[in-house]
């Protein structure tokens, strides 16, 4: 069973850091893209921010140049260092992967639990 675990939320004030982590779990053969969304209340799930096995970066325009993706493959981890941090920022954020779990299956996408952030004036 595929898990993606996710850790580093919290409550931060306004100009401050969090970095999330998202860990994926349990027997699989490969990740492809692995992302961070968010939802905040009364809003759709939103792409924040993510990155292919490659190493190829993509970014919402909100969080151009406050935010940095990363990845490290050999944990199957995927990292979202936030940084001037907004009270718009505040979400509750998810983990997202493209994992293949069998040679004769096909990627699909799996979803951590979700954390939340919040950012205070």
């Known amino acids: 069973q595929v898990q993606l675990v996710e850790s580093g939320g919290g409550l931060v004030q306004a100009g401050g850091s969090l970095r999330l982590s998202c860990a994926a779990s349990?027997?699989?053969?490969?990740?492809?893209?692995m992302g961070w969304y968010r939802q905040a209340p009364g809003n759709l799930r939103e792409l924040v921010a993510d990155?292919?096995?490659?190493?190829?970066?993509s970014y919402a325009e909100s969080v151009k140049g406050r935010f940095t993706i990363s990845r490290d493959n050999a944990k199957n981890t995927v990292y979202l260092q936030m940084n001037s941090l907004k009270p718009e920022d505040t979400a509750v954020y998810y983990c997202?992967?493209?994992?293949?779990?069998?040679?004769?299956?096909?990627?699909?996408?799996?979803w951590g639990q979700g954390t939340q952030v919040t950012v205070s004036t």
């Open positions: 997202n992967a493209d994992i293949l779990v069998s040679l004769r299956a096909s990627f699909r996408a799996y």
């Open positions: 349990g027997s699989f053969f490969s990740i492809r893209d």
């Open positions: 990155i292919t096995s490659g190493g190829r970066i």
